[in-house]
C-alpha cells in the first residue's frame, strides 16, 4: 500500500517540512505576519486557560520563535498578566516578522537575570524551537537550567530549545516543558524518546496554515492511531468459513521456550484469524496439544516435513521465532518459510539466528515480510554502528535505513515503537504503557500482526494495527499484566474497533 494521506491530523512534519508549509501557505496569500500573530494569541490562551497564571517570564530568542513569544506576551499583557520579556541583546537588530511583533510589545524588557524567576507562575521558552542546530550554550544555557529548577508552570514554544524536533535527541540542557504549544502539525522529535519526556503535553494549535499544503510535502512519518488504517479493517463476511477467515501456520518453541510460541499462535486466533496451527516438533507434540484447544497443533520431525506443512496452501501466513532456539537449524527453517513467498512475520530467534549474516536472509525475501526485532535483535540484524542513534540520526533515520536494506516492514519495538515501511513510510506509537515491557509481550504482538495478514490487511497497515492494539490492550488490562491478559483482552479492542465506540481507549 502507499503511505497514509498526507492530509491527516497524525502527519508527523520535519522542521524542514514545516518550513516548506509556512512557505506554501505565504505563497497562498497567508503573510508571515499574520501566521506569527495566530501563533503567540495561540500560545497566549492556552496559558490563560491554566488558573493562577499572573506573573509571567518570557524568554525571547533572535528568531521566529522568539517573534511568537514576543505575541503572546502581548496578548498575556493584554490579559492582565504582569509580563516581564527577557531578550539577550538588541531589538533593533531583530528581523521580519519577529522585528514587527517586539515593536509591538510594549512591556517590561530586559536581560536575563536570575532573580526574575523568582516567584513567576509561569515561564515561556521561545528561545530557539525547531530552529537550533547545536547545543545551547552560553546565557541561553543558563536560562534553560535554570527556568528547569524553579517552581513555575513551563510552557514550550513549538519544540522546547536544546531539543531536535527531527530526532527526539536531547542536548545536555533542554528546557523541560510541562505545556509544548507546537503549530499545524506536530514533529517527529514530540513523540520520539527521550524528546516525548521533555516535551509534557503537546497541543496542536491551528494558525491558519490550508491542510492542502500536505500534498505537495507528501510527509512520510506519522503518529499511530486508527484514523490511519481503520479503512483495512478486516471485517468478517457471515458466507465466509474459516480459512477464508485467514490461516495462520506459527513455527513451535523448543524447551526450555515452549509457552512462547502458544502465545504467538493464541494472539493470532484473538486477534480474528479462523484458523491457526502450531507446527510442533515431534519431540514437543505432546505438551503443546495438551495445551492448546482451539489451536491445532502438527508434529513434523525434519525440514521436509515442516516444508510440507508451510507449502499448504490453505495456510495464508507463516510466523516464525519465538522461542525457536537460535542457531542454524532456524536459519533453514526462516529459509523455508521466505521460500513459500507467503507473508511472514520474524521475530526473537528468527532475527537472532541471523546476527552476521543478515544480507543473506535479506537476499531471501520475496513477498510481505515483518520484522518485530526490540533493540537488541535490532543490533544483532542491523549491525552496532547503524543502531547507535546520535544527534544526527535517532531512531526514526537508523529504521528507515534498515528497512531499506532489508525489504521488509519492520517493527522496531520500545517505548516510541517505530514501524517503517521499505518505502520510507514510518508510523510512531506513542501511548503503549509501560506494562508492556513483561515476558511474552513480543510474542503476543508477533500473533497479532500474523492473524491480520491472514485476514488480508496490507502489511504495512497491519503492523501499524497490531502495535496500536497491543498497545489498547494493555492499557485495557493495567498495571500487572502478563501477557496472557494481552491475548484475552484483544477480542475487546477487536469489539470497539468494529463498532466504533469512544471508549478509553481510542484516543
Sequence with gaps: MACFNPRSDEALLSCAQMAAADRA????????????????????????????????????????????????????????????????GDVSALKGDAFTMARRYD??????????????????????????????????????????????????VDVPSGLSGDTGQAEEAVFQADLTVTFFRKKPGHVLVPGRYHCGRVVVHDIGIPACVLDHIAPLAFENSPNLWRSHWPRKVPSNHKYQHGSVLVLGGRPPALGASRMTARAALRMGAGVVTLASPSDGYAIQAGALDEVMVAPYDNDSELGALMA????????????????????????????????????????????????????????????????????????????????????????????????????????????VAPDGCAVIETAAPPDLATAGSGDVLAGCVAGLLAQGMPAMAAACCAVWSHGAAARNSGRGLVAGDLIAALPVISKEMELGLKSSVFR
Design 25 to 88: 501557505a505565504m505563497s497562498m496569500g497567508h503573510f508571515g505576519e499574520d501566521l506569527m500573530e495566530a501563533a503567540g494569541m495561540g500560545v497566549a490562551q492556552l496559558a490563560l486557560a491554566r488558573t493562577g497564571i499572573r506573573r509571567v517570564l518570557v524568554l525571547c530568542g533572535p528568531g521566529n520563535n522568539g517573534g511568537d513569544g514576543w505575541v503572546a506576551a502581548r496578548y498575556l499583557r493584554e490579559a492582565g498578566c504582569d509580563v516581564h520579556v527577557v531578550f539577550e
Design 312 to 419: 499448504d496452501r490453505r495456510r495464508t501466513v507463516l510466523a516464525v521465532g519465538p522461542g525457536a532456539g537460535v542457531g542454524e537449524a532456524l536459519r533453514r527453517q526462516v529459509h523455508l518459510a521466505l521460500a513459500q513467498r507467503k507473508p511472514v512475520v520474524l521475530d526473537a530467534d528468527a532475527l537472532t539466528s541471523f546476527e552476521g549474516q543478515a544480507d543473506a536472509l535479506f537476499a531471501a525475501i520475496q513477498s510481505d515480510v515483518v520484522m518485530t526485532p526490540h533493540g537488541g535483535e535490532f543490533q544483532r540484524v542491523f549491525g552496532a554502528q547503524e543502531t547507535a542513534p546520535d544527534q544526527t540520526d535517532g531512531k526514526l533515520a537508523i529504521t528507515r535505513a534498515a528497512a531499506y536494506r532489508a525489504g521488509a516492514i519492520l517493527v522496531h519495538k520500545g517505548p516510541d515503537t517505530v514501524i
Design 107 to 156: 512591556g517590561m524588557t530586559s536581560a536575563y537575570d536570575p532573580s526574575l524567576l523568582d516567584d513567576v507562575d509561569l515561564v515561556i521558552d521561545a528561545l530557539f524551537g525547531a530552529g537550533l542546530r547545536g547545543p545551547l550554550r552560553g546565557r541561553a544555557q543558563q536560562m534553560v537550567m535554570d527556568a528547569n529548577r524553579c517552581n513555575a508552570f513551563r510552557l514550550a
